[in-house]
């Protein structure tokens, strides 16, 4: 919960001052307390004690940043599609010159087993 009780420079001393308020309390008596928002005091369940409210609104809150990001992201993705397919097909070339030196300390046939391997799997992704 925000502590009203130091008024920021927007505020001035006259709501500064209606910010604090006496209370009757059947417990205390009158206590010279802190006003607070009824708002917040409801979505924070009464006392502070656990609320489903702002449980359920910050999941909420997080749910609709993580679809605003992911629009974004594709919005991007198509505004710059010859970008990420020159990034996409630079990554593709490094992949295969790294398998390449690392196929050099194979045996012969284990090269061509693998190679054979690469041959399967692209001639079955390529009959679906």
């Known amino acids: 919960m925000k502590s009203l009780a130091s008024p920021s ?4 001393p006259v709501a500064a001052n209606r910010q604090k308020q ?3 309390d059947r417990r205390y008596g009158w206590v010279y307390e802190q006003w607070t ?3 917040e005091v409801a979505n924070m369940g009464g006392r502070g004690m656990f609320s489903l409210v702002p449980l359920t609104a910050s999941t909420l809150d997080g749910t609709i940043y993580m679809a605003n990001r992911a629009a974004d992201g ?11 397919l020159q990034q996409l097909q630079s990554k593709v070339k490094e992949c295969g010159e790294f398998t390449g ?5 194979l045996g012969e046939k284990t090269r061509h087993q693998w190679k054979a391997l690469g041959e399967k799997a692209s001639g ?3 009959s679906r």
């Open 74 to 84: 594709i919005v991007q993705a198509v505004q710059n599609r010859e970008v990420i």
């Open 22 to 24: 006496m209370l009757f």
């Open 9 to 12: 420079a927007s505020t001035s």
């Open 37 to 39: 928002d009824p708002i």
């Open 124 to 126: 079955s992704k390529s």
């Open 101 to 105: 030196r690392q196929m050099k300390g």
